[in-house]
Protein backbone atom coordinates (compact mmCIF):
# COMPACT_ATOMS: atom_id res chain seq x y z
CA UNK A 1 0.00 0.00 0.00
CA UNK A 2 0.86 3.33 -0.29
CA UNK A 3 -0.04 6.78 -0.15
CA UNK A 4 0.85 10.14 -1.22
CA UNK A 5 -1.06 13.43 0.11
CA UNK A 6 -0.81 17.08 -1.44
CA UNK A 7 -2.70 20.48 -1.07
CA UNK A 8 -1.03 21.43 2.00
CA UNK A 9 -0.43 24.98 1.80
CA UNK A 10 -0.71 28.73 3.50
CA UNK A 11 -3.71 29.98 4.35
CA UNK A 12 -5.66 32.71 6.09
CA UNK A 13 -8.23 32.09 9.03
CA UNK A 14 -11.51 31.22 7.85
CA UNK A 15 -10.15 30.35 4.67
CA UNK A 16 -10.56 26.48 2.98
CA UNK A 17 -8.46 23.83 1.75
CA UNK A 18 -8.84 20.60 -0.05
CA UNK A 19 -5.99 18.12 1.00
CA UNK A 20 -5.91 14.98 -1.46
CA UNK A 21 -4.28 11.75 -0.72
CA UNK A 22 -3.94 9.08 -3.43
CA UNK A 23 -3.88 5.48 -2.58
CA UNK A 24 -1.98 2.26 -4.48
CA UNK A 25 -1.87 -1.10 -3.79
CA UNK A 26 -4.82 -1.43 -1.77
CA UNK A 27 -8.59 -2.82 -2.74
CA UNK A 28 -11.01 0.14 -1.48
CA UNK A 29 -14.13 -2.63 -0.75
CA UNK A 30 -11.21 -4.36 1.93
CA UNK A 31 -9.53 -0.82 3.28
CA UNK A 32 -10.80 2.19 6.00
CA UNK A 33 -8.99 5.23 5.22
CA UNK A 34 -8.39 8.18 7.79
CA UNK A 35 -6.85 11.52 7.99
CA UNK A 36 -4.57 12.10 11.22
CA UNK A 37 -2.53 15.56 11.88
CA UNK A 38 0.32 16.18 14.02
CA UNK A 39 1.64 19.96 15.41
CA UNK A 40 4.51 20.60 16.61
CA UNK A 41 4.93 19.74 20.24
CA UNK A 42 2.05 17.44 20.12
CA UNK A 43 0.73 13.38 19.43
CA UNK A 44 -0.84 12.97 16.38
CA UNK A 45 -4.54 12.90 16.10
CA UNK A 46 -7.12 11.60 14.53
CA UNK A 47 -9.43 14.18 12.35
CA UNK A 48 -11.49 12.11 10.43
CA UNK A 49 -11.85 8.03 9.97
CA UNK A 50 -14.25 5.40 8.13
CA UNK A 51 -16.26 3.59 10.87
CA UNK A 52 -16.92 -0.41 10.40
CA UNK A 53 -20.32 0.66 10.43
CA UNK A 54 -20.18 2.71 7.15
CA UNK A 55 -20.26 5.92 8.58
CA UNK A 56 -16.94 8.26 9.56
CA UNK A 57 -16.33 9.72 12.61
CA UNK A 58 -14.87 13.13 12.95
CA UNK A 59 -13.03 14.70 15.67
CA UNK A 60 -14.59 16.97 17.88
CA UNK A 61 -12.58 20.12 16.83
CA UNK A 62 -13.60 19.63 13.25
CA UNK A 63 -17.13 18.67 13.03
CA UNK A 64 -18.97 20.55 10.85
CA UNK A 65 -15.93 22.05 8.70
CA UNK A 66 -14.13 19.30 7.64
CA UNK A 67 -15.47 16.49 5.15
CA UNK A 68 -13.96 12.77 4.29
CA UNK A 69 -14.87 11.85 0.75
CA UNK A 70 -13.36 8.95 -1.03
CA UNK A 71 -13.56 8.75 -4.91
CA UNK A 72 -12.47 5.09 -6.03
CA UNK A 73 -12.23 5.59 -9.14
CA UNK A 74 -9.31 8.18 -9.44
CA UNK A 75 -7.81 6.54 -6.28
CA UNK A 76 -7.84 9.23 -4.56
CA UNK A 77 -9.11 10.48 -0.44
CA UNK A 78 -9.73 13.76 0.29
CA UNK A 79 -10.26 16.07 2.97
CA UNK A 80 -11.99 19.49 2.52
CA UNK A 81 -11.44 21.46 5.24
CA UNK A 82 -13.35 24.69 6.11
CA UNK A 83 -13.66 27.75 8.66
CA UNK A 84 -9.70 26.94 9.17
CA UNK A 85 -8.42 28.14 12.37
CA UNK A 86 -4.53 28.81 13.24
CA UNK A 87 -5.38 25.81 15.73
CA UNK A 88 -5.65 23.44 12.71
CA UNK A 89 -2.28 24.26 11.99
CA UNK A 90 -0.27 20.83 11.38
CA UNK A 91 1.24 18.01 9.49
CA UNK A 92 -1.84 16.21 7.97
CA UNK A 93 -1.32 12.33 7.12
CA UNK A 94 -3.91 10.11 5.50
CA UNK A 95 -3.72 6.58 6.55
CA UNK A 96 -5.42 2.91 5.96
CA UNK A 97 -6.32 0.36 7.22
CA UNK A 98 -7.30 -3.28 6.80
CA UNK A 99 -11.38 -3.86 6.87
CA UNK A 100 -11.61 -7.56 7.84
CA UNK A 101 -15.19 -9.24 7.30
CA UNK A 102 -16.84 -5.80 7.49
CA UNK A 103 -14.82 -4.56 10.91
CA UNK A 104 -12.04 -1.91 10.86
CA UNK A 105 -8.63 -3.12 11.86
CA UNK A 106 -5.90 -0.67 13.26
CA UNK A 107 -4.15 2.01 11.03
CA UNK A 108 -1.01 0.49 10.01
CA UNK A 109 -0.01 2.13 6.78
CA UNK A 110 0.74 6.42 6.55
CA UNK A 111 1.90 8.72 4.39
CA UNK A 112 4.49 10.80 3.95
CA UNK A 113 2.33 13.86 4.96
CA UNK A 114 1.49 17.38 3.50
CA UNK A 115 1.87 20.71 5.70
CA UNK A 116 -1.25 22.98 6.97
CA UNK A 117 -0.54 26.48 7.87
CA UNK A 118 -3.20 28.65 8.94
CA UNK A 119 -2.53 32.10 10.00
CA UNK A 120 -4.37 34.46 12.14
Known amino acids: VQLVESGGKSVQAGGSLRLACEFS????????MGWFRQAPGKEREEVAE???????KYAESVEGRFTMSQDNAKNTLYLQMNSLKPDDTAMYYC???????????????WGQGTQVTVSS
Open 95 to 109: AHALRIFGSCLRFTT
Open 25 to 32: GLTASRSC
Open 50 to 56: DLSSGGI
